[in-house]
């Protein structure tokens, strides 16, 4: 390799590091691993800018807001979610929102910047405004951990994926859900009602797998 075409790729952590992000301008880069620490970078030459600590337990999530001044970050440990929003410059903390069960595992900004989504393990999907760090909305988005969401370039649409295998996009304003998206299971609208000689863990197996069943209620007297 001739010095031209060499660059720098990075500097070890001592830690695992579970997320890293680009800065709008390409110029920065924040990672953020089981330590509990964000890490900024300078993109060009690797120099560490500033170290943001906080968290308690890994950080899951972090992301840049659309003018690159400031960082969300989500994590969390024994079943305590944290949100942090930061002066990225500085690492000054600017806002630590409302905890909640269930750890952050992913965050994004609207477009202009007035908003943040996060997604958990718990399933739920949360609206934040930014400004005051107050929760406006809350959606029972997916039956297992929200693993990634994505808002829209437009600031008008929201998509959220999860460990029970569904895509699902919403209306980011006023937090409809507008579609899933999800394949068919492998016994998708099996109806496994009155089969014999199946145990409970079978039949909830099947169930999420796709398969339905009826349950009916005697009638009371």
């Not at 950080?59 to 003018?67: H, M, T, Y």
């Not at 895509?167 to 089969?195: A, F, H, S």
Request: proline share 3%.
């Amino acid at each position: 390799m001739t010095a031209s075409t060499q660059r720098w790729v990075g500097r070890t952590h001592p830690t695992a590091i579970r997320r890293v992000a680009w800065s709008p301008d390409g110029t920065r880069l924040a990672s953020g691993g089981d330590d509990g620490s964000l890490y900024v970078w300078d993109a060009s030459d690797g120099t560490l800018l500033v170290r943001l600590q906080g968290h308690r337990g890994m950080v899951a999530s972090v992301v840049w807001s659309p003018d690159g001044s400031r960082l969300a970050s989500g994590g969390g440990s024994g079943g305590s979610g944290q949100l942090f929003l930061w002066e990225a410059h500085r690492g000054k903390r600017l806002h630590t929102f409302v905890e909640y069960p269930g750890s952050v595992f992913t965050v994004d900004w609207s477009p202009r910047g007035e908003l943040l989504v996060s997604g958990s393990s718990d399933g739920r999907l949360r609206w934040w405004d930014v400004q005051s760090g107050e929760c406006v909305r809350v959606r029972e988005g997916h039956q297992g951990a929200v693993q990634s969401l994505r808002i829209s370039p437009d600031g008008r649409g929201l998509a959220s994926c999860s460990d029970d295998g569904a895509v699902k996009v919403w209306d980011l304003e006023r937090g409809e859900l507008l579609r899933t998206l999800q394949r068919d299971r492998p016994y998708e609208r099996l109806n496994i009602t009155g089969v014999k000689g199946l145990t409970e863990a079978q039949k909830a197996t099947l169930r999420a797998l796709g398969a339905i069943e009826e349950i009916y209620f005697a009638s009371q007297k």
